[in-house]
């Protein structure tokens, strides 16, 4: 698999330097080589996850404005690369959260099929890419998603009783950059710690359903497999 670099002509040769490879047919300079991605890192864009697996996880919840409901969607991955780590192969499951970059086409296909696409939240004061409700447009921001309990991805892992969330695997011919938010999986387990977490923070977040790397690693598990997913470019 291929990571796609932007590299301006000028800076052809440094590229190659290195560690870049030019493609004469696709026209476009290229990488293969996880181990190089820090000296191609300004070659590789705004982003700082790089994807080689990419699932689609999907599941309704009832919309904060309408009451309708409406089906949500967040992006993951259970191999990836960050600049945070170092581009070290991480082999977890990770929920990618507050999206703000990712290449145009994928970009396209989220919005006409999901209507996932940039807003401006008010919660978090920033743009990101977000659910919209398919009846009112209402966004279903990321702090509903990803940080309140019975509300959030994370209770399929921790609730029985839910329904389901489905999931779609994106067959991807390239490595996936994006630039989101990585997870951070907190263990708190005491009543003190968990409320001194909500005083400092202000908002009941993943600590609130004690969630773990290992409990995340079992999504797979507790999800239903849709229909692969090709979008031609990706």
Not at 7 to 28: C, H, I, M, Q, R
Request: with cysteine; charged share 20%; hydrophobic share 35%.
């Amino acid at each position: 698999m291929i990571l796609l670099l932007n590299v301006p002509f000028a800076e052809k040769d440094l590229a190659k330097s290195k560690g870049a490879k030019w493609n004469p047919v696709a026209k476009t300079w290229y990488t293969s080589d996880i181990a190089s991605l820090n000296g191609l890192s300004k070659w590789i864009g705004n982003y700082n996850i790089i994807c080689d697996s990419l699932y689609i996880f999907r599941m309704e919840r009832v919309c904060w404005k309408c009451k309708e409901g409406t089906d949500v969607i967040c992006l993951a991955s259970d191999k990836s690369y960050s600049t945070e780590c170092g581009y070290k192969e991480n082999l977890s499951i990770q929920l990618f959260s507050y999206v703000e970059s990712m290449p145009d086409i994928f970009a396209d296909y989220l919005k006409r099929k999901f209507a996932y696409f940039p807003s401006y939240s008010k919660a978090n004061e920033s743009t990101y890419y977000v659910n919209h409700c398919r009846y009112c447009s209402g966004i279903q921001g990321d702090n509903y998603l990803h940080e309140i309990p019975l509300e959030s991805f994370y209770k399929k892992l921790c609730y029985k009783n839910s329904k389901a969330a489905n999931f779609s695997t994106v067959k991807n011919q390239f490595y996936v950059p994006l630039r989101a938010r990585l997870p951070y999986y907190d263990e708190v387990s005491s009543s003190m710690e968990m409320l001194m977490s909500h005083i400092n923070t202000g908002v009941e977040n993943w600590a609130s359903l004690n969630i773990t790397q290992k409990l995340v690693n079992g999504l797979f598990s507790v999800s239903t497999q849709s229909q692969d997913i090709v979008i031609d470019g990706i």
